[in-house]
């Protein structure tokens, strides 16, 4: 398994651009998250989904939006580029969700620059 | 509110020696907790968790302690190695599907 890719590893971005971060798993998870870290600090949820079709806010969902159509795939999409949104973006999946103290598995990270 | 912070951002031991690395968490719900190891590059790793209802819990070389009465979890390396260097992240889990990251601890180890 390749487990958790994500790509592009790394973008720079104008102000005002959009672009869409890609995440696959291959692990047949049914939870998929996206995290931003900002530097020297531990990892934000943006957005998660608990499968297909159904996706929820995290803590910091503004600007972003996502997409869940297959179990495999759960894409981030930027519309309108901030240099706020400078970051690295993870990817993870878990099989079952953290309510059964699940273990999150996570991608090698997207290194996004607004500028 | 919620939070979890680390009572030291940088933690430097020579190799050989164990580490300790500590935690505290201001959500006394929180039933789960989970540590992480991030490589300089790449994504945070699971290292080892606990649950609300043990206080001590082993893996290979690491030992997490939970203390709830002062809310303090604390992760140990044994015989610490240079692989060991990284950026340890303690996370809770306070409710359903959310997870609070900590900010981090860097973590060198002089050879």
């Known amino acids: 398994n390749a487990g958790v890719t994500q790509t592009p590893k790394f973008r720079i971005l104008k102000i005002g651009q959009s672009m869409t971060l890609q995440c696959t798993q291959d692990m047949n998870h049914n939870y998929m998250y996206w995290y931003r870290q900002d530097p020297g600090m531990g990892l934000k949820l943006i957005y998660y989904s608990v499968g297909a079709g159904i996706t929820d806010k995290g803590e910091v969902p503004n600007g972003y939006n996502v997409s869940r159509s297959t179990t495999e795939d759960f894409p981030l999409r930027l519309e309108l580029a901030a240099p706020s949104q400078t970051s690295v973006y993870f990817c993870a999946s878990s099989l079952n969700g953290l309510a059964g103290d699940d273990t999150q598995y996570f991608g090698p990270g997207t290194r996004l620059t607004v500028l | 509110g919620e939070s979890v912070g680390l009572h030291l951002p940088t933690l430097s031991v020579q190799e050989g020696d164990n580490s300790i690395i500590n935690c505290a968490y201001s959500?006394?719900?929180?039933?789960?907790f989970i540590w992480y190891k991030q490589e300089s590059g790449k994504g945070p790793q699971f290292i080892i968790d606990?649950?609300?209802?043990?206080d001590k819990r082993q893996g290979q070389r690491v030992t997490v302690l939970l203390n709830k009465t002062v809310k303090h979890l604390s992760l140990q390396i044994a015989a610490t190695q240079p692989g060991d260097s990284a950026v340890y992240f303690c996370a809770e889990k306070t409710s359903y599907d959310k997870v609070i990251f900590g900010p981090g601890t860097s973590l060198s180890v002089i050879p």
């Open positions: 606990i649950r609300s209802n043990m």
């Open positions: 959500n006394s719900a929180s039933d789960y």
